[in-house]
């Protein structure tokens, strides 16, 4: 294999020879290494050539082996384990253990696993005054991100995060507390007391139990939304170097403790663009109203109106591997908690979008989000806790990402460069003789 790229400078005439650097899948590409365009320059004084990403559209900020995505092929892999696989049969904390670890836990390495997450589910009863400050109509998202960095004072030694211990100490913390942190917010924005969690359930059915128990001394939640609540935990864990990923890795590349680092993750999830997009897919669904209004709302994206949600990705462009299992369960789902009304438009969107010039040149697809938050209203999960569920999943991968980096030779301090665009040198100029300029 050819392993270096050569550069022709025609304002030099020089030839660069670049290395490059390969990954280990076979459409994984390869990259050159930004730091050797410094090189390329006309003089000694010369900045040199840099490259320039806005969006990161093509630039790889790390070497991972924790996750694969092609595209093109609507191939996901978690440690080399198809997307599909894990999902019907690995249970999510089996799969956090994998993303951390590098492989699947043994029965007892899983059972150690299980009972460590399971121990440490429980909050400082200090977070129930932290939570009490917020306004009545608070966004759980909102509350989440906060109450996330706030963890970090509870747990000061986490800020050595040299040491591995400490560090799987914070990892298993964090795993275990952000269900709970997710619905005792939920429960302050609805009035409702707090519901602790219950260890003798699982990671899914004892998120179930603190959103949804009320009166009942044992909280039961029907086995098929408990596994299909795993299964989207479990789709949703980890999506290599997304936004909120690059966010994790970009803050705690300063050497930021876990808890603030989770929390800027977690910020970064909040927008619309990104984890936020199951919530807009219902508000649009509700905004659509009835089956036939749905020719007019897309031509209505079409005229750049605005975008449709739940389609399109940065990285798939044929088709969201993620959405077609969630398609397939939410059926099982509505066979449990009968239809409503947003599936039949959900699906006359997807048909015409599908079938729609506009859609089919972009290559925008249905995207994980146009499905679960259909699946998550039909389970009576509120649309603003949509993004908080993707938060609880993601916070495995987030961990993972933050694991490999804290051991990777290559880790500097996130620092991107820039194309200076500004003023050039200029004199400065006195109060008196600056001319007003109309700002308003
Ligand atoms: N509806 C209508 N048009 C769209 C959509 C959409 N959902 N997404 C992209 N387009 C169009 C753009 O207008 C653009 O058209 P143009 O070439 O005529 O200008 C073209 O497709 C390319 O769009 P980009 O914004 O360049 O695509 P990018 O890869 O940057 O964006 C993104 C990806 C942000 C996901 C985008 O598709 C989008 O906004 N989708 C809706 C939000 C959404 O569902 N987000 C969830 C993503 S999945 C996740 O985070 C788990």
């Not at 022709?8 to 730091?35: F, P, Q, Y």
Request: proline residues 5%.
């Amino acid at each position: 294999m050819v392993d270096k790229l050569s550069i022709n400078d025609n304002r030099t005439g020089k030839k660069h020879e670049l290395s490059l650097l390969h990954g280990t899948h076979v459409n994984a590409g390869s990259a050159i290494s930004a730091k050797d365009l410094r090189d390329i320059k006309t003089s000694e004084k010369d900045f040199g050539v840099l490259v320039h990403d806005p969006g990161f559209m093509n630039t790889s900020a790390c070497k991972s082996s924790i996750t694969f995505i092609d595209g093109d092929s609507g191939v996901l892999l978690y440690r080399g384990y198809p997307i599909e696989e894990l999902a019907s049969k690995s249970t999510y904390l089996e799969v956090a253990y994998l993303l951390l670890h590098g492989e699947l836990p043994d029965e007892s390495e899983y059972d150690l696993w299980n009972a460590d997450i399971t121990n440490h589910t429980f909050l400082n009863e200090k977070i129930k005054k932290f939570l009490d400050g917020f306004r009545y109509d608070a966004h759980p998202m909102g509350i989440l991100v906060s109450s996330l960095a706030s963890l970090s004072t509870f747990y000061p030694k986490s800020r050595n995060v040299h040491d591995p211990k400490i560090r799987a100490r914070s990892i298993r913390r964090l795993i275990a507390k952000i269900p709970t942190l997710a619905a005792f917010a939920y429960r302050y924005s609805v009035g409702l007391p707090y519901a602790y969690p219950d260890n003798d359930l699982s990671y899914s059915a004892n998120f179930l139990n603190m959103m949804f128990r009320t009166t009942d001394t044992k909280y039961q939640p029907d086995p098929v939304l408990e596994r299909v609540l795993d299964v989207l935990l479990i789709l949703h864990a980890d999506h290599e170097q997304n936004c909120s990923t690059s966010a994790m890795r970009a803050v705690a590349s300063s050497d930021a403790d876990p808890y603030v680092s989770v929390s800027a993750a977690t910020a970064g999830l909040y927008g619309p663009l990104h984890g936020g997009a199951n919530e807009r897919v219902l508000e649009m669904l509700a905004e659509i109203g009835t089956v036939k209004k749905v020719g007019s709302y897309i031509e209505k994206v079409k005229q750049g109106e605005f975008r449709l949600m739940g389609f399109g990705h940065r990285v798939y462009k044929n088709f969201d591997p993620r959405a077609k299992i969630l398609k397939n369960l939410a059926s099982q789902v509505f066979e449990v908690t009968g239809k409503n009304k947003f599936l039949d438009i959900a699906l006359e969107l997807e048909k015409i979008a599908l079938n729609d010039e506009y859609f089919i040149k972009r290559k925008l697809y249905p995207n994980v989000d146009f499905y679960s938050g259909i699946i998550y209203r039909a389970m009576g999960i509120p649309v603003e806790m949509f993004p908080v569920l993707f938060a609880i999943a993601r916070t495995s991968g987030w961990l993972s990402h933050w694991e490999e980096m804290r051991n990777d030779p290559e880790l500097r301090i996130a620092r991107p460069r820039q194309i200076y665009t500004g003023y050039p040198d200029r004199g400065y100029v006195n109060m008196d003789s600056r001319k007003l300029k109309k700002i308003y």
